[in-house]
Protein backbone atom coordinates (compact mmCIF):
# COMPACT_ATOMS: atom_id res chain seq x y z
CA UNK A 1 0.00 0.00 0.00
CA UNK A 2 1.16 3.40 -0.95
CA UNK A 3 0.90 6.16 1.64
CA UNK A 4 1.85 10.23 0.42
CA UNK A 5 1.40 11.92 3.32
CA UNK A 6 0.24 16.28 2.67
CA UNK A 7 1.31 19.18 3.16
CA UNK A 8 4.14 19.35 6.04
CA UNK A 9 3.31 16.32 7.20
CA UNK A 10 5.51 12.80 7.31
CA UNK A 11 5.48 9.16 7.62
CA UNK A 12 7.45 8.03 10.13
CA UNK A 13 8.00 3.87 10.71
CA UNK A 14 7.91 3.23 14.55
CA UNK A 15 11.12 1.78 16.00
CA UNK A 16 10.29 -1.44 18.41
CA UNK A 17 9.78 -0.68 22.03
CA UNK A 18 12.29 -1.80 24.36
CA UNK A 19 11.77 -4.99 25.93
CA UNK A 20 15.15 -5.66 28.25
CA UNK A 21 16.44 -2.11 30.36
CA UNK A 22 20.15 -1.81 30.55
CA UNK A 23 20.14 -3.49 33.63
CA UNK A 24 18.56 -6.82 32.03
CA UNK A 25 15.48 -6.38 33.90
CA UNK A 26 12.65 -8.02 30.91
CA UNK A 27 9.79 -5.55 30.30
CA UNK A 28 6.01 -6.89 29.97
CA UNK A 29 3.84 -5.81 27.08
CA UNK A 30 2.12 -3.42 29.76
CA UNK A 31 5.17 -1.90 30.60
CA UNK A 32 6.78 -0.71 27.74
CA UNK A 33 6.80 2.40 26.77
CA UNK A 34 5.35 4.22 22.90
CA UNK A 35 8.90 4.75 20.96
CA UNK A 36 9.65 8.13 19.63
CA UNK A 37 11.91 7.47 17.64
CA UNK A 38 11.57 5.97 14.12
CA UNK A 39 12.77 6.06 9.95
CA UNK A 40 11.24 8.19 7.83
CA UNK A 41 9.10 6.61 4.91
CA UNK A 42 7.62 9.24 2.69
CA UNK A 43 7.45 13.44 3.33
CA UNK A 44 5.14 15.37 1.92
CA UNK A 45 5.24 18.27 -0.63
CA UNK A 46 5.41 20.96 2.10
CA UNK A 47 3.33 23.50 3.32
CA UNK A 48 1.59 25.80 1.04
CA UNK A 49 2.85 29.39 1.55
CA UNK A 50 1.07 33.24 1.71
CA UNK A 51 3.01 33.76 -1.55
CA UNK A 52 1.07 30.61 -3.06
CA UNK A 53 4.65 28.41 -3.35
CA UNK A 54 5.71 25.35 -1.29
CA UNK A 55 8.00 25.40 1.72
CA UNK A 56 11.17 23.44 1.69
CA UNK A 57 10.99 20.23 3.83
CA UNK A 58 14.37 19.86 5.98
CA UNK A 59 13.82 16.01 6.03
CA UNK A 60 13.78 13.23 3.63
CA UNK A 61 13.09 10.22 3.58
CA UNK A 62 15.63 7.46 5.05
CA UNK A 63 16.49 9.79 7.76
CA UNK A 64 16.45 8.71 11.48
CA UNK A 65 14.50 11.21 13.82
CA UNK A 66 13.21 11.87 17.28
CA UNK A 67 9.91 12.84 17.97
CA UNK A 68 7.44 14.07 20.89
CA UNK A 69 6.07 11.37 22.85
CA UNK A 70 2.49 12.45 22.16
CA UNK A 71 2.62 13.76 18.61
CA UNK A 72 1.20 12.76 15.41
CA UNK A 73 -1.23 10.28 14.56
CA UNK A 74 -0.88 6.77 15.60
CA UNK A 75 -1.42 3.93 12.41
CA UNK A 76 -0.82 0.77 11.79
CA UNK A 77 -0.25 0.18 7.44
CA UNK A 78 -0.03 -3.77 6.69
CA UNK A 79 0.10 -4.58 10.63
CA UNK A 80 3.41 -2.66 11.18
CA UNK A 81 3.14 0.67 13.50
CA UNK A 82 3.70 4.12 11.73
CA UNK A 83 2.90 7.65 12.75
CA UNK A 84 1.87 10.80 10.46
CA UNK A 85 3.27 13.99 12.10
CA UNK A 86 4.02 17.59 11.13
CA UNK A 87 7.24 18.29 10.07
CA UNK A 88 7.32 20.72 13.25
CA UNK A 89 6.89 18.06 15.79
CA UNK A 90 10.13 16.28 14.92
CA UNK A 91 12.36 17.11 17.69
CA UNK A 92 15.87 15.85 15.91
CA UNK A 93 17.82 14.38 13.13
CA UNK A 94 20.11 11.47 13.94
CA UNK A 95 23.81 11.85 12.74
CA UNK A 96 25.76 8.62 11.61
Request: proline share 5%; glycine share 12%.
Amino acid sequence: MAVHPLEDRVLIKQCEAEEVTTGGIVLPDTAKEKPQRGSVIAVGPGKLLDSGKRGEMGLKKGDEVFYGKYAGTEVSIDGDPYVILRETDVLAVLVK
